[in-house]
């Protein structure tokens, strides 16, 4: 019983290892695909932020503007309120002072304000800046992961067809050397029997020279005994 549970138990642990490695598998094909998506969202909302920032900017000119003319205005009334205490008119003088710290009441408010939006813009641009940065990172870095991605396959397709018994290129070889081996000893036969017929055909010819008496036969019995009669002495 205890070894049929290890068996059940070592079957259960390779049947989750396998499909923990089937899962990883899944995610990391999708995760490509995944981080593509996330890289558009982010320029979405990199595009609105910049809108929201252009938006600030121009509220923020449009308040520095609104500022300067508020200086202006209180610089006007302070010459009126000038002229009206050099011509002692004490009352007109007061009124105009009245208006002069109305007006710069609401300077001082339309100063907060311009802080305010001073702020925003600067924190805006600081936070644009920031995911400018993230998105450009993550776009080199999805760059090189598909370029490392395309040339593993490449260099995988390339391995699977130099490498294990069933080599097609290798075999192709193979085959290419056995044909050349073929031909060339095909080649030696043609050229072998070229040759022996070439010397049937000059042994055929001599033989019909010699019957017709135009040809000496040197290798006849007569031709061996006289040539040994001249080795005998005088």
Do not use: F
Request: aromatic fraction near 2%; proline fraction near 1%.
């Amino acid at each position: 019983m205890a070894k049929h549970n290890g068996i059940w138990s070592k079957l259960l642990t390779s049947v989750r290892a396998g499909a923990q490695e089937l899962g990883e598998a899944w995610a990391d094909s999708q995760a490509l695909r995944i981080l593509d998506q996330e890289i558009r969202d982010c320029d979405v909302e990199l595009r609105q932020s910049r809108e929201s920032l252009a938006h600030l900017m121009a509220r923020h000119t449009l308040a520095e503007r609104a500022l300067a003319e508020r200086a202006d205005k209180i610089d006007e009334y302070e010459g009126y309120a000038l002229k009206a205490l050099e011509s002692d008119e004490q009352g007109l003088a007061l009124e105009v002072a009245d208006k002069i710290a109305a007006l710069e009441t609401a300077r001082g408010q339309e100063q907060a304000h311009l802080g305010q939006l001073a702020a925003s813009v600067a924190e805006l641009r600081k936070s644009v800046a920031m995911a400018e940065g993230n998105i450009r990172r993550l776009k080199q870095q999805l760059d090189t992961v598909k370029a490392t991605e395309s040339m593993q396959r490449a260099q995988a397709a390339v391995a699977q067809r130099y490498a294990g018994p069933q080599n097609r290129l290798q075999t192709a070889v193979d085959s290419l050397a056995r044909i050349k081996l073929k031909q060339a000893e095909r080649g030696a036969r043609i050229e072998a029997a070229a040759e022996l017929a070439r010397h049937e055909e000059g042994g055929a010819l001599e033989r019909k020279l010699r019957d017709a008496g135009i040809m000496p036969d040197g290798a006849g019995a007569e031709a061996v005994l006289a040539r040994l009669r001249q080795k005998l002495p005088g």
